[in-house]
């Protein structure tokens, strides 16, 4: 057996062990060469493509081996494709063309997945067999003694104690007085706020959201406006309808009974 | 206060822990109770381990990513369940193989993407392998609609024998796998067939790329 002989470069900068494999066909040259270069399909690069494509082709004719048509149909279909991309970048039939080329390596990538996959399930099957054959427990429910079983010193009931009566300081909610910086009574009670739309709605009939503002005079009366205009729509007495810029409001129903604002 | 205990009653305890807890152990738990390191912890485990299937006793030791648990031994599979008057539990069929082993090796993963490689809605399916707790939802996809993620449970670990998700055999690559490939010269090279001279010279088969067959 002589010993192996060491090739020196090649000409073509494809060239490798790799290369020569035999594709099942076209588009599995094509995604071979794809995943070479770290092309994703969507990226797929005409000109680079082709090239190589053309290279591996070639390779094969040096060799004498027989290239099935449909490589070469492929190559035909390639330089197509190139010739009209260079021709004019918005070639629409080229594109539709090239999205045709891409589906195809898409679902041919799919089913090589799944290729994949049926040959990974016929390993994974009999491993399956394990699970089938034995038997586990599930945990026994644990009953936790009612007997009092941990050490303790006298002193800690006293610790207890102390924490206790620190704790009563605060054992009552803090008067209303230490809020009233806060929070004062409502000027506007909003029950008669809404009383007052509806009124106006009444008689008005339908009217713009913005016009219910428009009399008043502080910020809480603002506030208390908008407040009932939510509680009747929530009680869906009133309905707005239209846009951000142009809001009508609309009585839908009377206020029922006992609707707490 | 801890006994200082010898090697045998510490495995032992560590059988006794495992029994009561029925459901796998963490290793923490057992480190904690008998307060030992872990890789001690997991030296004796291992030691159970073995012991249990060279004596061919009727538990097994399970190891699960951390945690332990035992089971019976599927070697008496059939006698255990004519004792209790048990079926032997249903195998999954095709579809429900496909789609878990397309989740196991691609998790997490959404139903459109098992759809997609199997061409069908696997909805049904998804469905079933939720039941029996072979896979679960762990999330959802930040795209439009917000689909699912699903991967495998312990159960799955547990029903395939696994010990983690590296164990899983590797997932064989359609495009070399038993290619026949042309040589620099143009001769053929086929991995799968030893060549007549290697046979003649009894030189052992070599894996892949193998010698070539005639004389250049």
């Given at each position: 057996m002589e010993s192996p002989v060491f090739k020196l470069e090649?000409?073509?900068?494809?060239?490798?062990?790799?290369?020569m494999q035999d594709f099942e066909g076209p588009l599995d040259l094509i995604l071979f060469l794809l995943s070479k270069n770290r092309m994703e399909i969507q990226d797929i690069s005409i000109s680079t493509i082709l090239d190589q494509y053309l290279a591996w082709l070639e390779q094969r004719q040096k060799m004498d081996l027989e290239i099935a048509s449909e490589f070469v149909a492929m190559a035909s279909h390639l330089v197509y494709i190139k010739t009209r991309m260079l021709l004019s970048i918005e070639d629409e039939e080229a594109q539709t063309e090239m999205d045709a080329l891409i589906q195809s390596l898409e679902e041919r990538r799919r089913n090589e997945s799944y290729g994949k996959i049926r040959r990974a399930v016929q390993r994974l099957e009999p491993m399956g067999e394990f699970g089938r054959n034995i038997e586990v427990r599930n945990p026994e429910p644990i009953e936790r003694g009612k007997i009092y079983e941990y050490d303790q010193e006298p002193a800690d009931l006293v610790l207890a104690m102390t924490e206790v009566e620190s704790r009563a300081e605060r054992k009552?909610?803090?008067?209303r007085a230490t809020f009233e910086s806060i929070v004062r009574?409502?000027?506007?009670p909003v029950e008669s706020k809404a009383r007052e739309i509806l009124d106006r709605l009444r008689s008005g009939g339908i009217t713009r959201f913005l016009l219910l503002f428009r009399?008043?005079?502080s910020r809480s009366e603002i506030v208390a406006t908008f407040l009932a205009v939510l509680e009747l729509c929530r009680a869906r007495v009133i309905r707005l309808a239209g846009s951000e810029t142009d809001c009508t409001v609309k009585q839908e129903k009377e206020l029922p009974d006992g609707v707490v604002f | 206060m801890m006994e200082t205990l010898d090697m045998k009653e510490i495995e032992s305890a560590i059988e006794g822990i495992l029994f009561a807890s029925g459901e796998p152990v963490h290793e923490e738990r057992i480190c904690m109770a008998l307060e030992l390191d872990k890789a001690t912890v997991e030296q004796i485990l291992q030691k159970l381990m073995d012991y249990y299937s060279y004596e061919r006793r009727g538990i097994r030791l399970l190891h699960i990513e951390d945690s332990w648990q035992l089971c019976s031994a599927p070697d008496y599979a059939e006698v255990i369940r004519k004792a209790f008057e048990i079926r032997k539990p249903a195998k999954l069929s095709q579809p429900a193989l496909e789609v878990l082993t397309i989740i196991a090796y691609?998790?997490?993963?959404?139903r459109a993407y098992v759809d997609q490689i199997r061409g069908v809605d696997s909805a049904y399916t998804v469905g079933l392998l939720l039941e029996r707790k072979l896979i679960e939802e762990c999330g959802r996809l930040?795209?439009?609609?917000?689909p699912h993620l699903y991967r495998t449970t312990k159960n799955f670990l547990r029903a395939f024998h696994l010990?983690?998700?590296?164990?899983?055999?590797e997932m064989p690559d359609?495009?070399?796998?038993g290619q026949m490939r042309i040589g620099d010269d143009g001769e053929i090279l086929d991995p799968d067939a030893p060549s007549a001279e290697m046979l003649d010279r009894g030189e052992p088969e070599e894996p892949g790329g193998g010698q070539p067959v005639s004389e250049a």
């Amino acid at each position: 057996m002589e010993s192996p002989v060491f090739k020196l470069e090649k000409v073509l900068r494809t060239r490798s062990q790799e290369d020569m494999q035999d594709f099942e066909g076209p588009l599995d040259l094509i995604l071979f060469l794809l995943s070479k270069n770290r092309m994703e399909i969507q990226d797929i690069s005409i000109s680079t493509i082709l090239d190589q494509y053309l290279a591996w082709l070639e390779q094969r004719q040096k060799m004498d081996l027989e290239i099935a048509s449909e490589f070469v149909a492929m190559a035909s279909h390639l330089v197509y494709i190139k010739t009209r991309m260079l021709l004019s970048i918005e070639d629409e039939e080229a594109q539709t063309e090239m999205d045709a080329l891409i589906q195809s390596l898409e679902e041919r990538r799919r089913n090589e997945s799944y290729g994949k996959i049926r040959r990974a399930v016929q390993r994974l099957e009999p491993m399956g067999e394990f699970g089938r054959n034995i038997e586990v427990r599930n945990p026994e429910p644990i009953e936790r003694g009612k007997i009092y079983e941990y050490d303790q010193e006298p002193a800690d009931l006293v610790l207890a104690m102390t924490e206790v009566e620190s704790r009563a300081e605060r054992k009552l909610p803090p008067p209303r007085a230490t809020f009233e910086s806060i929070v004062r009574r409502e000027p506007y009670p909003v029950e008669s706020k809404a009383r007052e739309i509806l009124d106006r709605l009444r008689s008005g009939g339908i009217t713009r959201f913005l016009l219910l503002f428009r009399e008043n005079r502080s910020r809480s009366e603002i506030v208390a406006t908008f407040l009932a205009v939510l509680e009747l729509c929530r009680a869906r007495v009133i309905r707005l309808a239209g846009s951000e810029t142009d809001c009508t409001v609309k009585q839908e129903k009377e206020l029922p009974d006992g609707v707490v604002f | 206060m801890m006994e200082t205990l010898d090697m045998k009653e510490i495995e032992s305890a560590i059988e006794g822990i495992l029994f009561a807890s029925g459901e796998p152990v963490h290793e923490e738990r057992i480190c904690m109770a008998l307060e030992l390191d872990k890789a001690t912890v997991e030296q004796i485990l291992q030691k159970l381990m073995d012991y249990y299937s060279y004596e061919r006793r009727g538990i097994r030791l399970l190891h699960i990513e951390d945690s332990w648990q035992l089971c019976s031994a599927p070697d008496y599979a059939e006698v255990i369940r004519k004792a209790f008057e048990i079926r032997k539990p249903a195998k999954l069929s095709q579809p429900a193989l496909e789609v878990l082993t397309i989740i196991a090796y691609y998790q997490p993963t959404t139903r459109a993407y098992v759809d997609q490689i199997r061409g069908v809605d696997s909805a049904y399916t998804v469905g079933l392998l939720l039941e029996r707790k072979l896979i679960e939802e762990c999330g959802r996809l930040q795209v439009p609609g917000r689909p699912h993620l699903y991967r495998t449970t312990k159960n799955f670990l547990r029903a395939f024998h696994l010990t983690s998700l590296n164990d899983l055999p590797e997932m064989p690559d359609l495009a070399t796998e038993g290619q026949m490939r042309i040589g620099d010269d143009g001769e053929i090279l086929d991995p799968d067939a030893p060549s007549a001279e290697m046979l003649d010279r009894g030189e052992p088969e070599e894996p892949g790329g193998g010698q070539p067959v005639s004389e250049a």
